[in-house]
């Protein structure tokens, strides 16, 4: 990698993306926490420079390193001239709405260089009928998928309970457990365009990769999530843990992130563990994902940004990224809540 260079971490909800607009506490607190980590584990890189963007509304933050400048920003603008400035920009948004193949194709047109996904990869991420679809086509273990209208209803000719979500909702916003289709909550009525799937049993898991300017894909960490669920059916990402031994087949999971050109970066997997049924993919997050918390608090700072940054300029292979990357089998574990905040088992 050459030196020094200079990276923009912006993050949509607290750097700026907002200004103007309500700025939700929960997407605050989860969007702070992950700046905060990726802020810190870039600059711990040596010769590298951070900048990072800070909406106007949010308190300054203290206990910076020496070799990272945080903007405010007021207009939701400040981010596009250190974008073209800047060697590369660390894109972290929700897919919703377009909002994180937007930011990609303005980093694009600002003439910058992203550390993320193509807009055309996030794109078919984002769009949960899409992407199933293309799971089906290469043969990726995926749940039967339907397109549907909510405000016209539910399918009615399921047999058991089914998971119905927002076609390209990031996260769990707005997922329930719906076990009478006739009966379906208020709030999803309200929906236009959502899929649904089968209820599946297994064991909720992420796993985080680096994709390299190659498309190959290197592990990073596995886990388990942590999901409730409120007496509505309504779905909750509660967090999750990462480190200690998998014993997870991640086959699938890794054919999932190959098999969609233009995945670049950190890239996040949601998936199903039964150990009758084996792994079932439920969907890629083509961005940095909560789990970057605990992946700073398990490898240390640099570790994660300089794979990153050496996977997107020239790749992984031949390097001694991948061996730093593992995390050994006796690391304790460590746990972190759905907004970032670190946790005690």
């Not at 089968?198 to 190959?216: E, K, Q």
């Amino acid at each position: 990698m050459r030196g020094p260079i200079t990276v923009l971490v912006f993050e949509h909800v607290t750097g700026g993306g907002l200004a103007g607009k309500d700025l939700p506490a929960s997407w605050a607190a989860e969007g702070a926490a992950m700046r905060r980590a990726i802020v810190h584990d870039f600059a711990a890189v040596p010769d590298v420079r951070v900048v990072a963007t800070l909406d106007a509304r949010l308190p300054r933050e203290v206990g910076l390193r020496a070799n990272v400048r945080l903007v405010v920003d007021r207009e939701g603008r400040s981010w596009e001239s250190i974008a073209a400035e800047a060697d590369y920009t660390a894109p972290i948004a929700p897919e919703t709405d377009g909002i994180l193949a937007d930011l990609a194709r303005s980093i694009e047109r600002l003439g910058g260089r992203s550390l993320g996904s193509d807009p055309q990869a996030i794109e078919l991420t984002a769009d949960k009928a899409r992407l199933a679809a293309h799971f089906e086509a290469n043969g990726i273990p995926t749940p039967p998928t339907q397109l549907v209208d909510p405000s016209q209803g539910l399918p009615t000719d399921r047999d058991g309970p089914m998971i119905v979500k927002p076609v390209d909702g990031a996260g769990s916003l707005d997922t329930f457990i719906i076990r009478d289709p006739a009966r379906p909550p208020a709030r999803l009525r309200d929906l236009r365009k959502a899929i649904v799937q089968p209820y599946l049993s297994g064991v909720p898991g992420g796993a985080s990769y680096l994709v390299d300017r190659d498309g190959r894909a290197w592990l990073v960490a596995v886990g388990r999530q942590r999901i409730g669920v409120d007496p509505e059916g309504r779905v909750h990402y509660r967090g999750g843990t990462i480190g200690g031994p998998a014993g997870v087949d991640l086959t699938a999971v890794e054919r999932a992130v190959t098999s969609v050109p233009g995945l670049r970066g950190f890239v996040g997997v949601d998936f199903l563990d039964d150990p009758r049924a084996g792994v079932t993919v439920l969907e890629i997050n083509p961005r940095p994902t909560t789990s970057y918390v605990g992946l700073l608090r398990l490898l240390g700072p640099g570790t994660v940004a300089g794979a990153w940054l050496a996977a997107v300029e020239g790749g992984l292979e031949g390097t001694g990224w991948p061996d730093r990357l593992r995390i050994p089998d006796d690391a304790p574990p460590v746990s972190f809540d759905a907004e970032g905040g670190m946790l005690l088992d």
